[in-house]
């Protein structure tokens, strides 16, 4: 059974904080970049890409205009306070598959922000046709593991003193996935099968 479609941009109730979620535009792009900017140094290693530097954001935005990258944003007045983004590589062996990245301000942490948009992008994922959602994080961020686990992400691969920070010292990075019903909401959880992947 195929579910809605979900209409953008819509308001949402985040611990008694009104939100709008609405589709990035490459007009955001100033705003996208002004969020990234403010997390800690940190926080951007489960990124591929360092996105507080604005080459990367236009370069973001420019891929969200060629539709490579789906993007949901959660504004709070006229800033960006959270977002998703769903990574899709047609032209390679996983045209099924879509990296998934969250991004939350600091101080909307610990209040269901970082859940909503993981649930959004699930549900974007199956309108998407995708069949599979990974994620990566470093391996310290236990409480941002704990919601992925919660809903339904397992671990599939512990890659050792994968990334490194800005001050040199390397990292563990975790991969995470999730199968998806395309045409749905719907998720499955999957089986975790690495060892040494935090569970």
Not at 101 to 106: D, E, G, H, N, T
Request: with cysteine.
């Amino acid at each position: 059974m195929r579910s809605a479609k979900q209409a953008y941009p819509c308001t949402v109730a985040c611990d008694g904080l009104e939100l709008r979620l609405d589709r990035m535009a490459p007009t955001h792009e100033f705003a996208v970049l002004e969020l990234a900017q403010s997390l800690p140094a940190h926080d951007l290693l489960f990124l591929s890409r360092d996105i507080s530097q604005p080459e990367v954001v236009a370069a973001w935005a420019k891929a969200v205009r060629e539709g490579r990258v789906a993007t949901l944003l959660a504004w709070h007045d006229d800033a960006v306070v959270g977002c998703i983004a769903i990574e899709q590589e047609e032209l390679t062996w996983s045209p099924h598959v879509g990296e998934l990245r969250v991004i939350v301000l600091p101080a909307l942490r610990c209040k269901g922000l970082g859940r909503l948009l993981i649930q959004r992008g699930c549900a974007l994922a199956g309108e998407l046709g995708l069949t599979k959602l990974v994620m990566q994080m470093t391996t310290d961020q236990r409480a941002a593991i704990t919601v992925f686990e919660s809903l339904g992400f397992r671990g599939e691969a512990l890659l050792r003193d994968h990334v490194k920070d800005r001050d040199g010292r390397k990292h563990d990075l975790a991969l995470l996935s999730l199968d998806v019903v395309p045409g749905t909401s719907r998720s499955v959880p999957n089986a975790a099968f690495a060892r040494g992947v935090p569970q």
